[in-house]
């Protein structure tokens, strides 16, 4: 079965602190991963993707395949890291892509 | 800005009465989604249109349809409304028939059924 897991509901840490927000997925073929964000009144967007191997707004993330992960990283979080964060799996073959959401991880950084 | 419009932010209906939900595009995309989004769940997909052709997820209710008149324009029309389709529903689109293209979403319309 595909499915995508984020294991916390919610993540809180202080301004500065390291942020890990944890994913692990399952899926049969070649994963294709992602992760999303929602700051509070904004819409879902795209922070960064596996593929790509950047560094968006700091964060990171690197695919595991031996432990099925995808966390998302950040050495020092920011008052303006605080939002929804989802990680997503694209699955489907030929025209389109099938995003599998997980749960979702609120981030929470306080002062 | 281009982007992806949905509206209303807002709908209100009764148990068993249609409703139509709209998303417009201003990205020129092929390809437009439909998701639902119950409260504290992940966003699930009903459908998509890669241009014309309409896919339906294989767990998606008789009660939802979806329209595409042109590429611009997409409808998510609920036939008859019960209580647990209350959530918000997130439009999406993505450019290119490439699984990994990027999709943008809009600001969602948070369906109330009461």
């Known amino acids: 079965a595909q499915r995508v897991t984020q294991p916390e509901k919610l993540l809180s840490v202080f301004k500065g602190a390291p942020v890990e927000l944890k994913c692990n997925y399952s899926?049969?073929?070649?994963?294709?991963l992602f992760w999303y964000v929602q700051y509070s009144r904004q819409r879902l967007q795209l922070l960064l993707r596996?593929?790509s191997r950047e560094s968006i707004k700091g964060f990171t993330a690197d695919l595991n395949k031996g432990e099925t992960s995808f966390h998302l990283k950040k050495p020092f979080a920011q008052e303006e890291d605080s939002a929804m964060y989802y990680c997503?799996?694209?699955?489907?073959?030929?025209?389109?892509?099938?995003?599998?959401f997980g749960q979702g991880t609120t981030l929470q950084v306080k002062p | 800005d281009a982007m992806v419009i949905q509206n209303p932010r807002y709908q209100v209906t009764q148990f068993g009465k249609p409703v139509t939900l709209s998303c417009s595009q201003t990205l020129n995309h092929n390809v437009m989604y439909w998701y639902q989004q119950k409260s504290s769940q992940a966003p699930k997909l009903l459908f998509h249109?890669?241009?014309?052709?309409?896919?339906n997820e294989a767990d998606t209710p008789d009660n939802f349809q979806s329209r595409r008149p042109n590429t611009s324009f997409c409808f998510l029309d609920i036939r008859s409304p019960g209580l647990g389709d209350a959530a918000m529903y997130l439009c999406a689109t993505s450019r290119r028939a490439i699984s990994t293209d990027t999709q943008y979403f809009g600001p969602g319309t948070r369906l109330t059924v009461l």
């Open positions: 596996h593929i």
């Open positions: 997503a799996l694209i699955t489907g073959s030929g025209n389109t892509g099938k995003l599998i």
């Open positions: 249109y890669y241009d014309k052709d309409f896919n």
């Open positions: 899926y049969s073929g070649s994963p294709e």
